[in-house]
């Protein structure tokens, strides 16, 4: 796996195999950094060409400027794939993944190939009342990562997965994350309910893990209503991050899902 950063750019973005006909976008989950995919990285790697980042205030894409916020992820994004001559790619988000990942499908839907969200909701008909709720949970993590990185970081990993190994696994990335890395997530809802839904030409596969919250839950089953024709997956014995928790199940989805996106 390469290391690169495009200039004038926050974000450390890293490509592992570049001989494979088809490329694929993993987008890690708040908290925690392009290492929450290593497992997908090793089983896909000779198949596809894999490229991930560290989102802004994650992992390394820390060495900000003045300005520099996660509503400028998108046009960063599309930045890394005209430098690698990334024509479409199929793109996988987890959680605040899923989140970014949609919002350059609004902007840029010409480069993808399939979308694939999991642990999220659709940014573009979030319900008003789900969203309050989504915020009050956001600003009681905040106020546990302001007093202690290890408290937050405790409570999150039982949040965000279900089987002890991927628990502990999040946890030793969460407690690297830096506490003043909250201010470039304060753009986020500025993706929200910012755009209406264009027809997709591109499939759509969406879902959650079994134990994920009942929010979660819910929030793909609305989804789902809005855009009946996606396809959705919940998977058993696990929880917010499927691909940690669940990573056989989740390779042979994404495999299916993929295979099928080309064939179409």
């Not at 986020?188 to 979660?216: H, W």
């Not at 919940?234 to 295979?259: L, Q, Y």
């Amino acid at each position: 796996m390469k290391q690169y950063q495009l200039n004038n750019s926050p974000i450390v973005y890293y490509i592992s195999g570049q001989d494979n006909p088809e490329w694929v976008l993993l987008l890690h989950a708040a908290f925690v950094n392009h290492n929450m995919f290593q497992t997908q990285i090793d089983y896909f790697k000779d198949k596809y060409n894999i490229l991930t980042l560290d989102i802004i205030g994650h992992g390394k894409s820390t060495k900000t400027r003045k300005g520099d916020s996660i509503d400028k992820m998108s046009a960063w994004i599309n930045e890394i794939l005209k430098t690698e001559k990334i024509e479409k790619v199929h793109i996988v988000g987890i959680s605040l993944g899923a989140v970014l990942a949609q919002d350059f499908a609004n902007q840029y839907p010409e480069a993808v190939q399939s979308l694939a969200c999991f642990g999220g909701y659709d940014i573009n008909n979030f319900d008003t009342k789900m969203q309050k709720e989504n915020g009050a949970s956001q600003l009681l993590m905040m106020f546990k990562a302001i007093f202690s990185v290890k408290w937050f970081a405790k409570s999150n990993k039982k949040i965000s997965a279900y089987t002890s190994q991927a628990q502990e696994d999040f946890y030793e990335m969460n407690i690297q994350f830096p506490k003043k890395s909250f201010m470039y997530l304060a753009s986020l809802n500025s993706m929200v309910n910012a755009r209406q839904t264009m027809l997709r030409k591109y499939p759509l596969l969406i879902g959650c893990g079994q134990f994920d919250i009942p929010m979660e839950l819910s929030a793909v089953e609305m989804w789902k209503k809005n855009e009946p024709e996606c396809r959705v997956v919940i998977f058993e014995n696990a929880g917010h991050c499927v691909n940690m928790d669940t990573p056989n199940k989740f390779h042979a989805v994404m495999e299916e899902f993929w295979t099928s996106a080309s064939c179409g």
